[in-house]
């Protein structure tokens, strides 16, 4: 029994992948959580897989927070094709993290399919240059309707991305707020 509590923030309290799957079972079972922080806890890839099948079937998460959480490509694809695809979360935090370039296409397939998301933190997630990425990403922007505000501050991304970026978000009424 979650007793009322729509808040859960377990920042740097040593989360594991196991609890995770603790987590995804509550999550699973549709708990009234708006929003759940877990930064700075060494999930990694296994502890995003756990939370994505929690929220799978979970319509009352709203907010999510995975920074600095020790996230690599492969969960980057998972969070692309799983929670961005497949759930109701409307902001996602995912700074400080290793997704890279491989979990952005990712990411970015996926953008375009969610009616949801409105906030998209991907600072400092070792994202480099412009190429393939970067074009999936742009292409996303252009066909999401719900995403107001993109952040990918602390990325190496070279100047013909950015133009690229820049350009893109000209053409999105809805972007209010891109780093």
Wanted: glycine share 10%; aromatic share 4%.
């Amino acid at each position: 029994n979650w007793g009322g509590y729509q808040n859960l923030e377990l920042f740097d309290v040593r989360v594991s992948p196991r609890g995770c799957e603790y987590l995804s079972e509550q999550l699973a079972a549709n708990i009234p959580l708006v929003t759940l922080i877990l930064d700075f806890n060494a999930i990694g890839d296994e502890g995003v897989m756990y939370l994505a099948e929690g929220l799978r079937t979970n319509s009352e998460l709203h907010t999510l927070s995975l920074c600095y959480c020790q996230i690599g490509p492969a969960g980057g694809a998972i969070i692309g094709n799983e929670i961005i695809r497949c759930t109701q979360i409307r902001k996602l935090l995912l700074k400080g993290n290793r997704i890279m370039t491989e979990g952005l296409v990712a990411i970015s397939r996926n953008l375009g399919k969610s009616k949801t998301l409105v906030e998209l933190d991907l600072s400092d997630n070792s994202i480099l240059g412009a190429g393939p990425a970067l074009n999936a990403l742009c292409e996303a922007l252009r066909t999401n309707v719900s995403l107001h505000a993109v952040n990918l501050e602390h990325n190496v991304i070279e100047d013909e991305g950015a133009a690229m970026f820049a350009d893109t978000l000209q053409m999105c009424p809805g972007a209010s707020k891109s780093k």
